[in-house]
């Protein structure tokens, strides 16, 4: 999902999924906490970008010295390169019940042959020489020990995936072959030697590298590591993320009352992280407190903090305030999209990084996919997707100066914008399948716009929360 075009800084440039991976050395890294989300409140603007602690700014120079949003993209990925290098995270003996989602840290190779004897492709006969066959009495199933071996003329019932007895000349398949009276079985078409058995090493010799490292494993994966002979795979390790949830106004339950509102975020955002490769390992409800903020971020291990509103500058907005006073980096102090001006992302040390995320629900989205998504990606060593455009079906109006990220839905070879796209809104994100990435002054009909896919909407449910 990275931005196309080119990069100045030679660092920004896309990181190889192996390069990444060289990364990951034996010495343990930084541990790490969960996290927690919430629904917020304030969109307003963020400070001024730059390194060391930040300086007061009049909110007047936020959007001059915001971050376009594809450099916000790149510096996310920057970032989590030079936190892989100061991690030095072991890689991880994972059960394969639990690889789903993760990066190989070492090339899968065959334990055994593939198949690991010669074996019937078919239900049949196995047969030994020229036709007809005599047939033995007992038949050979999968799973059992070798059988006797044949003798010309002979034939013995087979299973699909039971052992080839020694001997044989072919597998004769179940709807090709007759009996006759005195019960030998003929063929009713010619007979190739060596016809449907698959025989010992076929798909892979012991010792052949079947998957190099940086391949995503999938349900696929999964399937062809048992088959190899592995019980666990050496993976990178999840990066581990915090979330903290600000602001006093939000109810975990019940309906909205008094000024007060649900909060939307909390039970999005740890199942889309997860999705991006996240273990979220803790969710804290902070709400308006600069000193819980603090000892929040200070004592968290976690790889990355999220923390959801709280990011412009009223009177109850502590994330600035609470980055200048431990001294963090800012390496992003709001970007050039819509919705989701203010997030920002800083660095805290050289392994441990802050997103903070707008409070609005679709605002706190595009900082997600903006800076969480780049970092967690790279973190975790997956290949980055590959950049793709569809035309819109219709014209959608832009911001003069900033990108626009609007869901879509995906019909056919178009994109359909959605309505109710409005930074506080969720219910077109609700039913979209992208994010239309729409440069400044908008998008006509027909329009080819780049489109960052939402990991369910291409992975599927069960696959991308895992």
Request: charged fraction near 20%; proline fraction near 10%.
């Amino acid at each position: 999902m990275t931005s196309p075009g080119t990069r100045a800084d030679a660092d920004a440039e896309d990181l190889d999924v192996e390069e990444a991976l060289a990364l990951v050395r034996e010495n343990p890294g930084h541990g790490s906490h969960g996290s927690h989300d919430s629904h917020g409140r304030r969109d307003g603007h963020g400070g001024p970008g730059g390194q060391g602690a930040p300086t007061p700014h009049h909110p007047a120079d936020a959007h001059h010295r915001a971050t376009p949003w594809s450099e916000a993209r790149a510096t996310a990925e920057r970032a989590a390169r030079t936190a892989a290098r100061a991690a030095r995270r072991t890689p991880v003996a994972v059960p394969l019940d639990a690889a789903l989602g993760l990066t190989l840290a070492a090339p899968l190779a065959a334990l055994t042959d593939l198949p690991s004897f010669d074996s019937s492709a078919m239900d049949g006969w196995a047969v030994a020489g020229p036709g007809p066959w005599a047939v033995r009495d007992e038949g050979v199933l999968a799973g059992h020990a070798a059988p006797a071996p044949l003798t010309d003329g002979e034939a013995v019932r087979i299973a699909t995936g039971a052992r080839i007895p020694p001997d044989t000349t072919a597998v004769l398949r179940s709807e090709h072959g007759r009996s006759d009276e005195r019960g030998r079985l003929h063929p009713t078409r010619e007979v190739v030697h060596g016809q449907d058995i698959r025989p010992r090493g076929q798909e892979c010799r012991s010792g052949d590298q079947l998957l190099p490292v940086g391949t995503l494993v999938t349900p696929a994966v999964l399937g062809l590591a048992a088959a190899a002979g592995y019980d666990t795979l050496t993976a990178v390790p999840r990066p581990r993320v915090d979330v903290l949830v600000l602001g006093d106004e939000l109810l975990t339950q019940g309906l909205p009352h008094d000024g007060l509102i649900r909060d939307a975020l909390g039970p999005m955002l740890p199942p889309w992280l997860r999705a991006l490769g996240a273990e979220v390992r803790t969710v804290r409800r902070i709400g308006d407190d600069a000193k819980a903020l603090h000892s929040a971020v200070t004592t968290s291990e976690a790889d990355l903090i999220v923390t959801t509103g709280g990011t412009a500058a009223g009177p109850v907005d502590h994330v600035h305030p609470t980055l200048r006073r431990i001294g963090a980096e800012l390496l992003v102090d709001g970007v050039k999209v819509r919705p989701g001006h203010p997030m920002l992302l800083a660095r805290l040390k050289d392994d441990q990084h802050l997103v903070g995320l707008p409070g609005n629900p679709l605002a706190a989205v595009s900082g997600l996919l903006t800076l969480a998504e780049p970092l967690l990606r790279t973190l975790a060593a997956r290949p980055a997707p590959e950049p793709y455009t569809l035309p819109l079906r219709d014209a959608v109006h832009g911001h003069p100066y900033d990108t626009r990220l609007v869901p879509v839905v995906l019909r056919g070879e178009g994109a359909v914008p959605l309505h109710y796209n409005g930074p506080a809104m969720l219910r077109g994100i609700a039913a979209a399948d992208a994010l239309a990435v729409v440069p400044p002054g908008g998008a006509r009909s027909g329009q080819d716009a780049e489109l960052l896919d939402l990991p369910w909407a291409t992975g599927g449910i069960g696959v991308c929360f895992t």
